[in-house]
């Protein structure tokens, strides 16, 4: 962490105060939506678009950055067109209120693969991380004074301890595993070993799989976040299992299952991709959108046109815009078959999640474990924070509210507050504040649409919720960007606002991913690739599809 000198460290204010004073000198109360963030100079922007490449990416989320630097690698001359004027797509860092950088829309690393990691340099071009532990902190609301928390980490015995509070047989369920708790908290990890033989957690609802194994409600409820985030599905949901699975097969610095807040911001990862990519010689381009894919006479990608007309010739072209956009909007229909773009219109795109973006003058002080005079991070600041997570029913009900066209009464909310290991992030004393909540449909009850009054309700909503369990919260607020579905959709060109291109139930991984018969990268139209999280393994930061899809895509360019 920063070390600031006794010197330098700001006087302390009384929140509300602070709140205001801060949101008089940055002229925001909240931030406007669409507002755009500080443009900054990214890796390889002095290069000058060129009539042809040998392959054109459209879209740099860092599934676009990954394949054109394997592709780059490999000799390949290679172009990206981002239509917005940033890079990363949904991993990306953006200075919504001025002062606080935020990472936008993903705010948690893990699955980005090792191999990527190694073959791409990402630490020589600046990557850092900062692993957190503990890592998980429930706390609950309830009558008893000081209210309960559960807080999740690596040390095994103090973990025990914590989960004792609740359960003492849920404590010795790791005692019976030979004290190997870490792994059978990641439940979907211990089963992903016996993969074979756990065909029930791949289908089953992932709160029969919890119900063997453990009693507590805290810890069960904590555990099924990972297996509904981003979901449009309830624990109760046969198949949600497979959710869980995809949230722990991730590894860090060596760890399985880790996961970590990127120095900077999750921009910062998507910038070093990009460092890579710019270093072996890519093209690199923002405030390019791509309106066409062009095909020749013979049927095949020959490049694509950009919004103002401009022409570009290629033999490779990948896109890391979603399936829907891709096929639907800027492939010509007529090249590609009826029951093709049928499926791809039908594919399903439900999205619960309402991500909210918060600066806040100081750091939540929980009932739970407050936050000591001197307003020092505690262990728990840097967790997951868990709220409306007493037990599974409670999901449940939440999920049921979209059902009816209702955003959740009690919304399920993941808290994160990278700024307490990433201080660079938010002014001194400030913090960013990352609420990922759910369930909020995308089209409300009757059909309507989300309005302002809608979207700050439901923040409003939210916040409340965070009050009660952190009082004072409220008055610590500088300002927030609150993006619902429509929003996620409109800002990141995530059909339906789904945070994965599309969701990942089983009938739309694998070999099903985004279609069957094209679930190989390539597509129905010779030279045109997918390389974003629509295709497999689908979504999350993980490169892979980006890497996969520029593999696929270099066997081709060998051959022709
Ligand atoms: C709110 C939220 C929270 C999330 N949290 C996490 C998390 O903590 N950890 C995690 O691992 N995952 C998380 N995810 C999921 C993860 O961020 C995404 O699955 C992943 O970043 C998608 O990467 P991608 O490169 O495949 O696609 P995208 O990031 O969607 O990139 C596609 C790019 O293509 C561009 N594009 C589209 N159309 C065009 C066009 N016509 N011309 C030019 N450019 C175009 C887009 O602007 C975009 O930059 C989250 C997602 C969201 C939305």
Not at 111 to 130: F, M, N, T
Not at 176 to 203: C, F, H, I, M, N
Request: with cysteine; hydrophobic share 40%; aromatic share 6%.
């Amino acid at each position: 962490m920063r070390r600031q000198s006794p010197a330098l460290r700001p006087q302390p204010l009384p929140g509300a105060e602070m709140a205001a004073r801060l949101g008089r000198r940055l002229g925001t109360a909240h931030a406007a939506l669409g507002l755009p963030s500080r443009r900054l100079a990214h890796p390889g922007a002095r290069a000058q678009l060129q009539p042809e490449y040998d392959a054109v990416v459209i879209g740099a989320g860092h599934n676009g950055l990954v394949a054109a630097a394997y592709l780059q690698k490999s000799g390949v001359r290679t172009a990206v067109l981002e239509r917005r004027h940033v890079l990363g797509g949904a991993a990306v860092t953006e200075e919504i209120i001025p002062g606080f950088k935020f990472s936008r829309a993903s705010y948690l690393l893990s699955l980005l693969r090792p191999q990527i990691y190694k073959d791409l340099e990402l630490q020589r071009h600046g990557l850092r991380l900062h692993p957190r532990n503990p890592y998980s902190f429930t706390p609950v609301l309830e009558a008893r004074s000081p209210p309960r928390s559960l807080l999740l980490g690596h040390n095994v015995a103090e973990t025990q301890r914590q989960i004792a509070q609740f359960s003492p047989r849920d404590a010795e369920v790791g005692e019976r595993r030979g004290g190997d708790l870490w792994p059978l908290l990641q439940a979907g990890l211990v089963l992903g070993k016996q993969l074979p033989q756990s065909y029930q957690v791949l289908t089953a609802p992932i709160s029969k799989v919890l119900d063997q194994w453990f009693e507590s409600e805290p810890l069960k409820a904590t555990l099924a976040t990972d297996a509904v985030i981003g979901a449009m599905a309830s624990p109760h949901t046969p198949g949600s299992g497979y959710v869980l699975l995809h949230h722990v097969m991730g590894e860090l610095q060596g760890q399985r299952g880790a996961w970590a807040y990127v120095a900077g911001g999750m921009g910062a990862l998507s910038h070093a991709i990009a460092c890579a990519a710019a270093a072996h010689g890519a093209h690199i381009f923002t405030e390019k959108p791509v309106a066409r894919v062009l095909v020749g006479a013979n049927g095949a990608a020959c490049g694509v046109a950009l919004g103002d007309g401009t022409e570009l010739r290629s033999r490779l072209v990948l896109s890391n815009a979603s399936p829907q956009h891709t096929f639907l909007q800027l492939t010509p229909q007529e090249q590609l078959l009826p029951a093709f773009v049928r499926q791809v219109g039908q594919l399903d795109t439900r999205s619960p999640v309402t991500k909210i973006n918060v600066a806040v003058a100081r750091l939540p002080s929980f009932l739970a474990a407050p936050t000591p005079h001197d307003g020092r991070p505690q262990p728990h600041h840097q967790c997951s924070i868990h709220l409306n997570c007493e037990d599974v029913a409670l999901l449940h009900r939440a999920f049921e509210d979209a059902g009816q066209g209702q955003p959740s009464t009690r919304p399920v909310i993941e808290l994160c507050i990278p700024s307490v290991l990433d201080p660079s992030l938010a002014p001194p004393g400030c913090h960013v504040v990352s609420l990922f909540t759910q369930y909020t449909p995308y089209t409300l009850a009757g059909g309507r649409p989300w309005g302002e009054q809608e979207r700050e309700a439901y923040a409003d909503r939210v916040f409340d919720c965070v009050e009660a369990y952190a009082p004072g919260f409220k008055a610590s607020v500088v300002g927030r960007d609150v993006l619902t579905p429509p929003d996620l959709e409109r800002v990141f060109g995530l059909p339906g606002g789904n945070i994965f291109h599309g969701g990942m139930s089983l009938d739309q991984l694998y070999f099903a991913r985004p279609v069957p018969s094209y679930a190989g990268y390539r597509s129905p139209i010779p030279g045109l690739y997918l390389c974003g999280s629509g295709a497999h393994p689908g979504g999350g930061v993980m490169g892979a599809a980006g890497r996969n899809a520029a593999s696929v895509a270099l066997q081709d360019f060998k051959q022709k």
